[in-house]
């Protein structure tokens, strides 16, 4: 059994304009709200927050609503044209109101300026299930973490894109008022580009009932697992499901804790500057991108659930060395920067394996739900994280920070034990063979 490389790429333009379009809300609109609307911190903060919110409930709903959708056009792509033409209508408001505010400040305007992040929240959450269940949809299961591992590549080539062209676009800097619209209008046309490829280039229906086929005809790669969609899950599956879940929660507390108050730990902690913590969360993110294939490919021989409980480790673990540095040393030390390689190649083995994990318990016509439980469970986590881990560093100690995120982390590995469905069968190929893809 080979993996068509060539379609999981196509399917992964999907991923790259999802993740171009985050970098960039991340990215700006903080500094729109508080350097132009001039937004307070804290009400900033709670803007901010709602896509997380918002995602909690349109996550699940549109993956369910598009497991059931029965289009000419597919299952998911109906929810991907449309949700990325309403997206990129809408985030052009976006610079066009800022800019007007700058000219001639309006209550007026701030408050349509709000009113349409949220209608653009709104139709980001209509297809990010959708989109990212295209992928199990028209992917054996025993082949879905390299897949996997190739649309997080996808991703990453989607944030990297946005920061070279933040690089080469705006080198202004210090109080003179920069326009963002040129930036959006890009990032537009890449979520348009990419919505092309997938309507041009991915016949879904063809490659659904492709994929209907093979099930059908391998019905040992659906063993003990999950049922059709209206029938209720054995309890051993349910069960596993819901330690998978809970882990799932537990490794996204753990991580974006850390990485949500890094920048100010680094500072507080060990003298930092900001360019020095910044580059130790990229070098968290290279190490990420360069393990995707290998972590694939070794979660192909071993077990996806044993390669997640790998990284789990080697994740607590990472944390917990930082904090036992921050015990020896308050200075920067280049050190750091091998940790947090470890870090990313951690963060790699869960990332890749988890989301097929999710899928491999269900069969196709409930992918879209099931995508979107994935989701709601690593969305509440985000929400709460910054919240929790930020109160412990204000009112406990800033040391708190890693030995918070190694606890968490840890636990998982431990809930991770009682997950019994999900693996993939393990590939007995060696050497070279390991990596014959097709085209």
Same mark, same amino acid.
Not at 199 to 218: G, I
Not at 244 to 251: D, E, G, R, T
Not at 346 to 373: R, Y
Not at 378 to 388: L, N, R, W
């Given at each position: 059994?080979?993996? &068509?490389?060539?379609?999981?790429?196509?399917?992964?333009?999907?991923?790259?304009?999802?993740?171009?379009?985050?970098?960039?809300?991340?990215?700006?609109?903080?500094?729109?709200?508080?350097?132009?609307?001039?937004?307070?911190?804290?009400?900033?903060?709670?803007?901010?927050?709602?896509?997380?919110?918002?995602?909690?409930?349109?996550?699940?709903?549109?993956? =369910?609503?598009?497991?059931?959708?029965?289009?000419?056009?597919?299952?998911?792509?109906?929810?991907?044209?449309?949700?990325?033409?309403?997206?990129?209508?809408?985030?052009?408001?976006?610079?066009?109101?800022?800019?007007?505010?700058?000219?001639?400040?309006?209550?007026? *305007?701030?408050?349509?300026?709000?009113? =349409?992040?949220?209608?653009?929240?709104?139709?980001? +959450?209509?297809?990010?299930?959708?989109?990212?269940?295209?992928?199990?949809?028209?992917?054996? *299961?025993?082949?879905?973490?390299?897949?996997?591992?190739?649309? &997080?590549?996808?991703?990453?080539?989607?944030?990297?894109?946005?920061? $070279?062209?933040?690089?080469?676009?705006? *080198?202004?800097? =210090?109080?003179?008022?920069?326009?963002?619209?040129?930036?959006? $209008?890009?990032? =537009?046309? $890449?979520?348009? +580009?990419?919505?092309?490829?997938?309507?041009?280039?991915?016949? @879904?229906?063809?490659?659904?009932?492709?994929?209907?086929?093979?099930?059908?005809?391998?019905?040992?790669?659906?063993?003990?697992?999950?049922?059709?969609?209206? @029938?209720?899950?054995?309890?051993?599956?349910?069960?596993?499901?819901?330690?998978?879940?809970?882990?799932?929660?537990? !490794?996204?507390?753990?991580?974006?804790?850390?990485?949500? !108050?890094?920048?100010?730990?680094?500072?507080?902690?060990? &003298?930092?500057?900001?360019?020095?913590?910044?580059?130790?969360?990229?070098?968290?993110?290279?190490?990420?991108?360069?393990?995707?294939?290998?972590? +694939?490919?070794?979660?192909?021989?071993?077990?996806?659930?044993?390669?997640?409980?790998?990284?789990?480790?080697?994740?607590?673990?990472?944390?917990?060395?930082?904090? $036992?540095?921050?015990?020896?040393?308050?200075?920067?030390?280049?050190?750091?920067?091998?940790?947090?390689?470890?870090?990313?190649?951690? !963060?790699?083995?869960?990332?890749?394996?988890?989301?097929?994990?999710?899928?491999?318990?269900?069969?196709?016509?409930?992918?879209?739900?099931?995508?979107?439980?994935?989701?709601?469970?690593?969305?509440?986590?985000?929400?709460?994280?910054?919240?929790?881990?930020?109160?412990?560093?204000?009112?406990?100690?800033?040391?708190?920070?890693?030995?918070?995120?190694?606890?968490?982390?840890?636990?998982?590995?431990?809930?991770?034990?009682?997950? *019994?469905?999900?693996?993939?069968?393990? @590939?007995?190929?060696? +050497?070279? @063979?390991?990596?014959?893809?097709?085209?």
């Amino acid at each position: 059994m080979k993996l &068509n490389t060539k379609r999981t790429v196509l399917v992964g333009f999907a991923f790259l304009a999802i993740c171009a379009f985050w970098q960039l809300y991340d990215n700006l609109v903080p500094k729109i709200l508080t350097e132009t609307f001039e937004i307070g911190e804290s009400v900033s903060g709670i803007i901010m927050a709602a896509d997380n919110v918002l995602a909690l409930f349109l996550l699940p709903l549109f993956g =369910g609503l598009s497991d059931r959708c029965t289009h000419r056009l597919g299952r998911r792509r109906p929810f991907i044209l449309f949700g990325t033409l309403a997206a990129v209508v809408l985030m052009m408001t976006l610079p066009i109101l800022t800019d007007s505010y700058h000219s001639a400040p309006a209550t007026w *305007k701030t408050i349509c300026f709000i009113i =349409g992040l949220g209608l653009l929240l709104f139709a980001m +959450g209509t297809y990010r299930s959708p989109a990212v269940a295209l992928m199990p949809d028209v992917t054996p *299961k025993p082949l879905r973490s390299k897949a996997n591992a190739i649309i &997080n590549l996808m991703g990453a080539l989607g944030g990297i894109i946005y920061l $070279i062209l933040t690089t080469f676009l705006y *080198k202004t800097s =210090g109080d003179v008022y920069v326009s963002y619209l040129p930036l959006f $209008i890009i990032v =537009g046309a $890449i979520m348009l +580009g990419a919505l092309a490829i997938l309507l041009f280039l991915v016949d @879904e229906p063809k490659l659904a009932a492709e994929q209907k086929r093979y099930e059908e005809a391998h019905p040992e790669d659906n063993l003990a697992q999950a049922t059709e969609s209206g @029938e209720k899950l054995p309890a051993d599956v349910k069960k596993s499901l819901s330690f998978l879940l809970v882990s799932i929660a537990l !490794w996204f507390i753990g991580y974006n804790g850390v990485t949500t !108050w890094f920048s100010v730990y680094a500072t507080e902690s060990w &003298n930092m500057t900001l360019g020095q913590a910044n580059m130790c969360l990229t070098i968290a993110t290279a190490g990420a991108i360069v393990s995707y294939i290998p972590v +694939g490919i070794v979660a192909s021989k071993v077990g996806r659930r044993k390669t997640i409980r790998f990284g789990t480790l080697l994740l607590s673990g990472s944390f917990f060395a930082a904090f $036992i540095y921050t015990m020896l040393s308050d200075q920067f030390s280049p050190i750091l920067y091998g940790l947090f390689v470890l870090v990313g190649v951690a !963060w790699a083995s869960i990332n890749v394996n988890s989301l097929p994990m999710v899928v491999e318990m269900c069969k196709g016509s409930e992918v879209g739900k099931f995508t979107g439980l994935y989701y709601t469970f690593s969305m509440i986590a985000q929400i709460a994280t910054p919240i929790v881990a930020g109160w412990l560093l204000e009112n406990v100690d800033y040391k708190t920070l890693f030995p918070y995120a190694a606890i968490f982390v840890f636990a998982s590995f431990i809930t991770m034990t009682f997950v *019994k469905h999900g693996d993939n069968k393990v @590939e007995a190929k060696t +050497g070279l @063979e390991a990596f014959d893809m097709e085209d």
